[in-house]
C-alpha cells in the first residue's frame, strides 16, 4: 500500500508539473498574475473520472496517470483527510478545503455517485437550475470569511 501511495504521489506531481507548463507556456497568461491550485485541478479531474466510464474515464485515467478509479478514489481521500486537514491545533498550519458538485437539479444521481462524492472526497452535493436560472453559483456552504485561505475545488455538471 505505500508503494501505492508513493506512486500515487508522484504520478500527482507530475501531472500538475504538465499543468503548470502548459499554462505557463500560454504568453496571455504569463502577462498577468494568476493563481491556481494543481491540486484542486487534479482533485476535480480525479472527480469527473471516479464518476465516469468508458473512453472518458480511460482517457482521463491516463492523463492523470493511475491505473484505476480505485487509486485515484484512494489517494484523494487520503490527501483531504490528512494532507489538507486542519494542523492549526497540532501547531501546524490552517488550511480550508472545500469540494462542491453543483448538478442540474433535473438529473437523477446515482446513490453510489454521492457517497463516493462526500465521502471520500468530503464534497458538499447541490442540485441547482442550470437549465433556467444558474449563471454562477455560490453554493450556501461558501463563506469567504472561512475560505480565505482555501483551496477551492468545484465541479459543475451540465448536460
Same mark, same amino acid.
Given at each position: 500500500?505505500?508503494?501505492?501511495?508513493? @506512486?500515487?504521489?508522484?504520478?500527482?506531481?507530475?501531472?500538475?508539473?504538465? *499543468?503548470?507548463?502548459?499554462?505557463?507556456?500560454?504568453?496571455?497568461?504569463?502577462?498577468?498574475?494568476?493563481?491556481? /491550485?494543481? =491540486?484542486?485541478?487534479?482533485?476535480?479531474?480525479?472527480? *469527473?473520472?471516479?464518476?465516469?466510464?468508458?473512453?472518458?474515464? @480511460?482517457?482521463?485515467? /491516463?492523463?492523470?496517470?493511475?491505473?484505476?478509479?480505485?487509486?485515484?478514489?484512494?489517494?484523494?481521500? +487520503?490527501?483531504?483527510?490528512?494532507?489538507?486537514?486542519?494542523?492549526?491545533?497540532?501547531?501546524?498550519?490552517?488550511?480550508?478545503?472545500?469540494?462542491?458538485?453543483?448538478?442540474? +437539479?433535473?438529473?437523477?444521481?446515482?446513490?453510489?455517485?454521492?457517497?463516493?462524492?462526500?465521502?471520500?472526497?468530503?464534497?458538499? =452535493?447541490?442540485?441547482?437550475?442550470? *437549465?433556467? @436560472?444558474?449563471?454562477?453559483?455560490?453554493?450556501?456552504?461558501?463563506?469567504?470569511?472561512?475560505?480565505?485561505?482555501?483551496?477551492?475545488? *468545484? =465541479?459543475?455538471?451540465?448536460?
Amino acid at each position: 500500500m505505500h508503494n501505492l501511495i508513493r @506512486k500515487s504521489l508522484t504520478n500527482l506531481t507530475n501531472v500538475s508539473m504538465n *499543468i503548470t507548463k502548459h499554462l505557463l507556456s500560454n504568453q496571455k497568461l504569463r502577462e498577468k498574475n494568476v493563481v491556481f /491550485s494543481p =491540486l484542486s485541478l487534479n482533485t476535480v479531474l480525479s472527480m *469527473i473520472a471516479t464518476g465516469s466510464k468508458g473512453p472518458t474515464q @480511460k482517457q482521463l485515467l /491516463s492523463f492523470l496517470q493511475s491505473e484505476s478509479p480505485g487509486d485515484l478514489k484512494s489517494l484523494c481521500s +487520503q490527501l483531504v483527510s490528512s494532507v489538507l486537514s486542519n494542523g492549526a491545533p497540532a501547531g501546524g498550519p490552517c488550511l480550508s478545503y472545500t469540494n462542491g458538485v453543483w448538478v442540474e +437539479q433535473s438529473l437523477p444521481l446515482q446513490p453510489s455517485f454521492k457517497q463516493l462524492m462526500t465521502t471520500d472526497f468530503k464534497a458538499t =452535493l447541490a442540485a441547482v437550475d442550470f *437549465i433556467n @436560472k444558474v449563471l454562477f453559483f455560490f453554493p450556501y456552504f461558501f463563506n469567504l470569511e472561512s475560505t480565505r485561505h482555501a483551496f477551492i475545488s *468545484i =465541479l459543475f455538471v451540465r448536460v
